[in-house]
Structure formats: structure tokens, C-alpha cells
């Protein structure tokens, strides 16, 4: 298991007691991915205290020795759980509105983003947490005025161990023209406090250039930072159609 986040609250936080054993304070939530037992120490010839099922989730508050996490429940020490059966969880509900404005070639857009809902997703111990995207974009002498669903992942996009969390958004419009509407990916990695450009579903609208990436602190930043992307990757192509798109549906 890659506990790189762990490694880097170590560098910068002292060690703390936690029943009787040293270990590097570090704050988060985990789900559990198969049953686990909870021991006194961080071994597995620790006395057994207690036990977690699958698809529970729990509290880490800090990194003992090995791969050995130390746990809270109830507000009071637990025990330690072996970390490499845990599967990180970030806090990806914003209940305030978030707005701000990003900077396209020929022009800018200005963003409204407010939560809605979270959605199971099948096969996934997590959620996808579900918001909508509101723009107004001037480009070009042009005025485009939409809105866009858009949803961040809880746990990781691949249900891997490492907190990199899957970003998307989707411009329905364009759903006129083909057969899937137009979609963006992208990456919130958590560990590195960064987002970065993955994919879209019409090569022809994305624009030329380096990968991208943006710093990100937190989920609020990581979606600021999400449309910053989409919208600046977007290529002449795409608002050519996406002008014809609007002028069809009387937008």
C-alpha cells in the first residue's frame, strides 16, 4: 500500500502516543474493502480489540510502524488496522456555492458550481458526488450561457489504494451531434494537492499543448481548478460547434 500521504505528515509532524505506541498524527477516512480485525498493537500478534466488516468506514488518525494505522471510535482510541485493506475517502461535499472566473484564449469564463446530491456508484464502496456547473462564457465576441453536470469521486477513480479521485463534467448540447455527449475527465490527486487534465471524449476538442495540471489544496480549489482546465482545453472547435449547437436549441 502507498501510504505516501502518511510519509509526508512524518516529515512534517511529531510523533504522538497512542495507546502506549508512537505514531505520526494524520487525519482521514477510510472505507474497508474486506473484514478486519483491530488489534491493541500494531502487529499481528496484538491482542484482537475488536473487528470491522466490509464496506464500513473508519477513522485514521494516525501511522504506526509498517503498514499499521492507528483508529478511533466513538470519539476514544480503538486499536490499529493494517492499512493495505483500507481504501481512502476524501470529504467531497461543498455546501457552498463556489464561484469564480477563468481565462480562455480570446476570452473568459465566469462559474457557478452548487451541490446536489451523491449517487452510489455500481461495483464501488463510494459515492459519486454530484454538483452542477453554471457558465457564462464570452470568446471571440461571442456569449455562450450553459450549464453542466459535473461529479467528483469519494474514493479513488479506479478503486485502487491511492487518493486520486475522478473529476467529469459534460456538456449535454452536444449530445445533438453524437452519439455520447461531450465529456471531460480529470484527476484530483490528494496526496500531491494537485488537478490534473485526463481525457476528453472528442479528440477534435482538445487543444494542442502540454499535459496540464493546477494546484489544488482541497475539494472546493480542486473544483475550481477542474473547470479552469476543462474550459481552457477546450479547442476552436469545439465553440465553433458548440455556437452551432446553441443557435439550434434556440440558446
Given at each position: 500500500m502507498a501510504l505516501t500521504a502518511f510519509g509526508?505528515?512524518?516529515?512534517?509532524?511529531?510523533?504522538?502516543?497512542?495507546?502506549?505506541?508512537?505514531?505520526?498524527?494524520f487525519a482521514g477516512t477510510y472505507v474497508v474493502t474486506k473484514d478486519l480485525n483491530v488489534?491493541?498493537?500494531?502487529?499481528?500478534?496484538?491482542?484482537?480489540?475488536?473487528?470491522?466488516?466490509e464496506g464500513e468506514r473508519?477513522?485514521?488518525?494516525?501511522?504506526?510502524?509498517?503498514?499499521?494505522?492507528?483508529?478511533?471510535?466513538?470519539?476514544?482510541?480503538?486499536?490499529?488496522?493494517?492499512?493495505?485493506?483500507?481504501?481512502?475517502?476524501?470529504?467531497?461535499?461543498?455546501?457552498?456555492?463556489?464561484?469564480g472566473k477563468a481565462t480562455i484564449g480570446g476570452g473568459s469564463c465566469s462559474y457557478r458550481v452548487v451541490f446536489e446530491g451523491e449517487s452510489?456508484?455500481?461495483?464501488?464502496?463510494?459515492?459519486?458526488?454530484?454538483?452542477?456547473?453554471?457558465?457564462?462564457?464570452?470568446?471571440?465576441?461571442?456569449?455562450?450561457?450553459?450549464?453542466?453536470?459535473?461529479?467528483?469521486?469519494?474514493g479513488p477513480y479506479n478503486?485502487?489504494?491511492?487518493?486520486?479521485?475522478?473529476?467529469?463534467?459534460?456538456?449535454?448540447?452536444?449530445?445533438?451531434?453524437?452519439?455520447?455527449?461531450?465529456?471531460?475527465?480529470?484527476?484530483?490527486?490528494?496526496?500531491?494537492?494537485?488537478v490534473r487534465l485526463d481525457s476528453v471524449s472528442v479528440d477534435k476538442y482538445l487543444a494542442g499543448g502540454k499535459a496540464r495540471s493546477m494546484p489544488a489544496k482541497d475539494v472546493s480549489s480542486a473544483l475550481a481548478a477542474a473547470i479552469t482546465l476543462a474550459v481552457q482545453s477546450w479547442s476552436p472547435a469545439f465553440w465553433a460547434d458548440f455556437a452551432k449547437a446553441l443557435r439550434g436549441s434556440g440558446g
Open positions: 509526508a505528515a512524518a516529515q512534517s509532524k511529531p510523533e504522538i502516543t497512542f495507546l502506549g505506541q508512537s505514531v505520526t498524527p488489534r491493541a498493537e500494531p502487529d499481528t500478534g496484538g491482542k484482537k480489540v475488536g473487528s470491522f466488516r473508519l477513522k485514521v488518525v494516525g501511522k504506526a510502524k509498517g503498514s499499521w494505522l492507528a483508529v478511533r471510535a466513538d470519539g476514544k482510541d480503538f486499536g490499529f488496522v493494517y492499512g493495505p485493506v483500507l481504501m481512502p475517502l476524501i470529504a467531497a461535499v461543498v455546501d457552498t456555492p463556489l464561484t452510489p456508484i455500481e461495483g464501488q464502496m463510494f459515492n459519486s458526488v454530484d454538483y452542477r456547473a453554471m457558465l457564462e462564457c464570452r470568446r471571440d465576441s461571442k456569449s455562450f450561457a450553459f450549464e453542466m453536470p459535473l461529479f467528483i469521486t469519494e478503486g485502487g489504494v491511492k487518493s486520486i479521485h475522478q473529476i467529469g463534467m459534460d456538456v449535454l448540447e452536444l449530445a445533438q451531434e453524437y452519439e455520447r455527449v461531450f465529456s471531460t475527465n480529470l484527476l484530483y490527486d490528494a496526496e500531491k494537492d494537485e
